[in-house]
């Protein structure tokens, strides 16, 4: 998935309807795709609850976490990157593969969670960057959001993070370890906001 190629690096679906898919993306020294065994165990982790969700992939990156749930049944993900040539290549490959209910919003990911109702998802992907205090950032605008009763936080952060920050009354009901990456997923324990 890595493979460098002339300013390019390959990432592949690893499941779903374009299973098996090559793509290409810009080049670019802060994303670091998520693996392919980290996405195959976080979709058998959402395998009853991905098919008809509306997503939402911030710090999107390569695009890889939204095109994986859009191949595997979600009905709509909004992926936000404002690296201009990450975003540009997330838009081609929703057009290479005919993709519906996928949109690309270039720009700030804190901006785009002060403007949009986050009560329209269901499950919400955060790959921040490390070490810059973003995840504590965007935990603080879901604090004061309303969000949907049912939904899902998937986050990944650097493996030696002593705390996660979650919004009050959400739980780690998941986690795994990958290289210096810790994954998990956070659900909704105590009162709905």
């Given at each position: 998935?890595?493979?460098?190629?002339?300013?390019?690096?390959?990432?592949?679906?690893?499941?779903?309807?374009?299973?098996?898919?090559?793509?290409?993306?810009?080049?670019?020294?802060?994303?670091?795709?998520?693996?392919?065994?980290v996405r195959e165990t976080l979709f058998n982790w959402?395998?009853?609850?991905?098919?008809?969700?509306?997503?939402?992939?911030?710090?999107?990156?390569?695009?890889?976490?939204?095109?994986?749930?859009?191949?595997?049944?979600?009905?709509?993900?909004?992926?936000?990157?404002?690296?201009?040539?990450?975003?540009?290549?997330?838009?081609?490959?929703?057009?290479?593969?005919?993709?519906?209910?996928g949109r690309v919003q270039r720009g700030d990911a804190?901006?785009?969670?002060?403007?949009?109702?986050?009560?329209?998802?269901?499950?919400?992907?955060?790959?921040?960057?490390?070490?810059?205090?973003?995840?504590?950032q965007v935990v603080a605008e879901l604090q004061q959001?309303?969000?949907?009763?049912?939904?899902?936080?998937?986050?990944?952060?650097?493996?030696?993070?002593?705390?996660?920050?979650?919004?009050?009354?959400?739980?780690?009901?998941?986690?795994?370890?990958?290289?210096?990456?810790?994954?998990?997923?956070?659900?909704?324990?105590?009162?709905?906001?």
């Open positions: 998935m890595r493979g460098k190629r002339g300013g390019s690096r390959k990432l592949r679906i690893i499941g779903g309807s374009w299973r098996g898919r090559n793509l290409l993306f810009a080049e670019c020294p802060a994303i670091r795709p998520t693996p392919d065994r959402l395998q009853g609850t991905i098919r008809g969700a509306r997503c939402l992939d911030l710090f999107a990156g390569s695009g890889a976490l939204g095109l994986e749930a859009l191949s595997r049944g979600a009905a709509q993900v909004d992926f936000v990157e404002q690296d201009r040539s990450s975003a540009q290549s997330i838009q081609q490959h929703l057009e290479l593969l005919q993709a519906e209910g804190l901006r785009f969670l002060g403007r949009v109702d986050l009560a329209a998802y269901d499950l919400i992907f955060l790959d921040p960057p490390f070490g810059k205090g973003v995840l504590e959001a309303t969000l949907a009763p049912e939904l899902q936080l998937y986050i990944e952060v650097e493996k030696g993070l002593k705390t996660i920050p979650l919004p009050d009354g959400w739980e780690i009901t998941r986690s795994g370890d990958a290289g210096q990456v810790r994954y998990l997923l956070a659900e909704n324990r105590g009162e709905l906001s």
